[in-house]
């Protein structure tokens, strides 16, 4: 499927680099590079590469660690972010992953079915959350008369998953099997990014007016937000957030994520956008914007 907007790689910023670092290696990611950035040590990681063949042209990280020790905690209902979401480009790589990551002894903080995807999902030492899903094929999504998508949170079918597994004459996968299994066999990429806000309807309205998202869905305190008919790329809840502490930029966590747009015009058009609303410009190809709870976001043009 065509995307005219894409997610790239999240920032965080963390109180304890080497555990971070240490827990995201457990999940099957690299190290690409280490370097420092305005005065922060940081660690770049990457995905379902052999050690042997990591690049970052052909392995643009996927998540960035930007190490500060003086980094405050975040309130429990501040805004910021709900979970990343890695998506696998396919059923049989998540089933993989997701007994790779129970024989490393990953503890899982739940698992759902939301109809359009199948996710796992994971909180990191420092309560950041993280999904791992796979979609479902696009052709069976149902949308409403509203052209709103159908989207549920319902059990996961683990048997149905690790299924994806066996061979034709297997009745269950065997230790020695499922000890040979690697995390992201087929790699991955950010597939939505999941934000608490303290306005709801703020904060839709802006992801929607200024950088162009169209509203793919609305319940239960979130919204989901897309471009070019995915299920979403951008998901906000009020559960835990509402009318609570917005960010000042040095709160461990999220430090900023990345929004790559392939269409000029439209990239055009949410310049116009954030240059009227006084957004910083950083260089020709990237602006950082600033929502209404303090949460930062890259823009890149990327005609690729």
Known sequence: MYLQ?????????????QQELAYYQKLGMKPLRKFRENGYETIELVIGVEDNLISEIDNPPILTLMHDAEASRPYHNSAGLFHFAILTPDRKSLASTF????????KFTGFADHLVSESLYLQDPEDNGIEIYCDRPSEGWQFDKNGHIQMDTIALNLESLLSEL????????TKNFSSQLRPFPSGGSIGHIHLKVTNLAVSTNFYREIL????????????????MGYHHRLALNTWISHGGASLTG??????HFTIHISDREFYEQVLKKVYEASIHKINSNEVIVTDPDGIRMKLIYNSQ
Do not use: C, H, P, W
């Open 5 to 17: 907007t894409r997610l790239g790689g999240s920032v965080l910023r963390v109180i304890n680099l």
């Open 99 to 106: 007994v790779y990551l129970e024989n490393q002894g990953v």
């Open 166 to 173: 066996y061979n034709r004459d297997d009745s269950m996968v």
């Open 212 to 227: 162009g998202f169209d509203l793919m869905q609305s319940m239960q305190g979130a919204s989901f937000l897309s471009t």
């Open 250 to 255: 040095k709160e461990a966590g999220l430090e």
